[in-house]
């Protein structure tokens, strides 16, 4: 296998975001340790997506009427096919199920916390929030099942980095907002005041806490470099809950959560389904054998579609 080498750098492709730098700079030095090279044998190529558009993020809108997840990966993709990068660092919460043709996601970094942040400079938590209070999101899955426990709350589109929501917060559009706690962790010298919030009252989205590294599918020599830095254990957990979100025709539109755990060679999955408007939740678990994880999430998504029946996605 032909290394990289200061002359010659593996190009890694990300978007330009604290959160995004952190993650290419992990998977960098997840390289280097495992092949024993200098951080220079690896160059980060910042690539702006259609997403980090100020004036887009500035229009608080909801993710579908602004292109859906597609606009934070687009452009490094393209990038990716044309050769232009070598790999592409994403977060897999953002990740939609397919692939563009030419295209393997197949390489993890072992998996964060996977709660997500109560996000508020004076407030300790959902409890804590007056009735009708404000709270902004650009999740649609947050916004659910926060409507769906406490339906007297005004929830508000908040897009933007960690950054730029918490300047939100402090000229009072919002009283509180979640963040990934993966996302908080992989950048400690930022100071959020936040608490984090147990799976059992708020169960996360798909693939939440984990980094995933794209390449062409054609390309050897770096299908062998990420093969020593590939987590199995979150493999196996988010081929179940992918499976899952891909049975319920997932996208930016469908307020899905999802969680797989592991012991041992049991895998253990959870899933929740909920009419956008938070006014119903439809929730499921099983335990089986973790080989047997995706199958058990397709089996899951069949069994919560056909109790919601008909019309219970707006989106259908």
């Not at 290419?24 to 702006?48: G, K, Q, Y």
């Not at 558009?53 to 490094?76: C, H, Q, V, Y």
């Not at 147990?198 to 984990?210: C, N, T, W």
């Amino acid at each position: 296998m032909t290394m990289p080498t200061p002359h010659d750098p593996l190009k890694i492709g990300t978007r330009g975001s604290p959160l995004a730098l952190a993650q290419a700079h992990e998977t960098r030095d997840r390289l280097a340790a495992a092949f024993d090279l200098p951080s220079e044998a690896f160059a980060i190529v910042v690539i702006r997506t259609t997403g980090d558009d100020a004036a887009l993020i500035a229009k608080d809108k909801p993710l579908k009427e602004l292109g859906g997840k597609g606009l934070f990966t687009k452009e490094i993709e393209e990038q990716l096919l044309s050769g232009g990068i070598d790999i592409a660092v994403h977060s897999m919460k953002d990740m939609p199920v397919e692939q563009p043709g030419g295209l393997v996601l197949d390489c993890y970094l072992p998996r964060e916390d996977v709660r997500d942040a109560f996000i508020s400079p004076t407030l300790g938590g959902i409890a804590e929030l007056a009735e009708g209070a404000v709270v902004g999101t650009s999740s649609l899955r947050r916004k659910a099942q926060l409507l769906n426990r406490r339906p007297d709350l005004k929830v508000v589109e908040f897009r933007g980095n960690v950054q730029t929501r918490l300047r939100k917060l402090a000229d009072g559009v919002a009283e509180a907002t979640f963040l990934a706690k993966a996302g908080l962790n992989r950048m400690p010298d930022l100071d959020v005041p936040h608490r984090p919030i147990d799976p059992d009252d708020m169960l996360p989205a798909i693939a939440q806490g984990a980094i995933g590294i794209e390449r062409r599918g054609d390309d050897s020599r770096v299908a062998g470099m990420l093969e020593a830095i590939h987590d199995a254990v979150t493999g196996t957990r988010l081929a179940a809950e992918r499976a899952f979100l891909a049975a319920l025709d997932g996208s930016c539109e469908t307020p899905i959560a999802g969680l797989a755990q592991l012991d041992g060679g049991r895998l253990r999955l959870r899933g929740e389904i909920l009419r956008t408007d938070g006014s119903e939740a439809l929730a499921d678990a099983a335990e089986g054998s973790a080989e047997d994880g995706p199958e058990m999430g397709r089996a899951m998504a069949a069994a919560l579609l056909l109790r919601a029946g008909e019309g219970f996605f707006d989106w259908k």
